[in-house]
Structures are given as C-alpha cells and as structure tokens.
C-alpha cells in the first residue's frame, strides 16, 4: 500500500485526499463508480451526502475500508 496513504489511514481520510492519493482524476472516478463528475464533486465537497451504496463503490476503487473515509461536513 502507498506509504502516504497508510500514514493518512491511521486517523480518517477524506474521499477528495483518498482519490488524489491514488492518482485519479474526478472524471477517471466518475466513470468508474458510475455516477456523473458533478456528483462526485459534490460528494467530495459534502461528504456526509455520500449514499452509502457510493460510498462502498469508492471505497473499494481506492483500496480502503469504508470506515477510515472522514463523512463529516467539511467547513
């Protein structure tokens, strides 16, 4: 597993920094979760807003388990 992302697994990680840890791009994750670019901003943006079905399809695309993803509102 990448050594940044472990060391950011020890505490919660949010989906933007999970993705961005991992390479991808907004579309790239977009196409392969299966929802539109806005969405997943959106998601990103407001994370509590996640459904947990998307939450679960990301989670498994950047290799974490869903419990170490940061929900909470960002401010």
Do not use: C, W
Request: aromatic content about 6%; cysteine-free.
């Amino acid at each position: 597993m990448h050594t940044r992302l472990q060391s950011s697994l020890r505490s919660k990680i949010t989906l933007r920094n999970a993705r961005r840890l991992r390479g991808y791009t907004l579309k790239e994750v977009a196409k392969e979760a299966r929802v539109s670019v806005g969405a997943l901003s959106r998601y990103e943006r407001n994370p509590g807003e996640t459904p947990l079905h998307i939450a679960v399809r990301l989670s498994k695309l950047y290799n974490i388990p869903v419990s170490s993803v940061d929900f909470k509102k960002l401010s």
